[in-house]
């Protein structure tokens, strides 16, 4: 599946709003200090809509292509073999780009390496069942081959997310035209119908297990109440003898 289709998509008139309901979306979701180090898998050539560069100076955007924002830094790399340290990113985002990827879980699992604990992750895909989306695929008659595209349903990312040991913090439904955000989890079922794309928040957690140490039971110095009792009128009879 070829991600010149996101590019091509952004330029329709839907498509336009949807790129800019994306970066209100993503300008909410980076609450991370400017200090701290974020990742961008993915390219857009927008990202100024949603973050500042030269305020984020720490801002790296990871492409195979070499796209992105010409003001942050870049890495020309695949997504599955990220060359970033182990537990270094404060924040990474993920804009469309797991409808794209063949290796798709290598990436999720490269992403959950290089986050912090208590790191941050922020997800952008297309709904499958969205009708707008797949008539856009047929139209382009290049890219007609995307409708046996690999679509991402929520509940999958879901699952995934939960294998991880990532927590759910928010998610957005992309109507036509607008965008609702829920908190702890996505509205309903229902609402899939109507929405063009889905975005989520989840932070990543680390749970360390505490070995349990067996107990020792020593012998025990303490005289019982009734003990002491009986000593003590032993020795009086004796005293009057």
Same mark, same amino acid.
Request: proline content about 3%; hydrophobic content about 40%; glycine content about 8%.
């Given at each position: ?28 979701? #980076?609450?991370?200090?400017?200090? *701290?180090?974020?990742? *961008? ?20 955007? $990871? ?9 942050? $830094? ?19 985002? #993920?804009?469309? %780009?797991?409808? +794209?990827?063949?290796?798709? +879980? ?8 290089? %986050?912090?604990?208590?790191? =941050?992750?922020?997800? %952008? ?12 695929? $047929? ?23 939960? %294998? ?41 957690? *680390? ?22 009792? =009986?000593?003590?009128? $032993? ?7």
């Amino acid at each position: 599946m070829k991600r010149e289709f996101l590019f091509t998509l952004y330029q329709t008139p839907r498509g336009k709003l949807l790129q800019t309901m994306e970066a209100q979306y993503l300008k909410r979701c #980076i609450t991370v200090s400017c200090k *701290q180090k974020q990742l *961008q898998v993915g390219g857009l050539g927008w990202e100024g809509e949603f973050v500042d560069c030269s305020l984020y100076r720490n801002y790296l955007i $990871l492409d195979g292509k070499g796209m992105g924002a010409g003001e942050a $830094l870049k890495v020309n790399a695949k997504a599955y073999s990220l060359p970033v340290q182990t537990e270094s990113m404060d924040l990474v985002i #993920i804009p469309h %780009l797991l409808e +794209f990827d063949a290796h798709r +879980f290598r990436t999720m699992r490269e992403v959950h390496r290089v %986050l912090k604990p208590g790191g =941050e992750l922020v997800v %952008l895909n297309f709904n499958p069942i969205s009708l707008y989306v797949r008539f856009q695929f $047929l139209w382009d008659k290049k890219l007609g081959e995307s409708w046996r595209a690999h679509f991402m349903s929520r509940a999958r990312v879901l699952d995934w997310l939960k %294998l991880l040991n990532f927590e759910l913090l928010n998610t957005a439904e992309f109507g036509l035209d607008t965008f609702i955000i829920t908190h702890g989890g996505f509205a309903s079922a229902a609402s899939a119908f109507f929405s063009m794309a889905y975005g989520l928040k989840a932070v990543k957690r *680390q749970y360390s297990l505490i070995p349990l140490t067996p107990v020792t039971q020593g012998k025990t110095k303490l005289v019982t109440a009734n003990m002491g009792l =009986e000593s003590n009128l $032993l020795k009086t009879e004796r005293q009057h003898d």
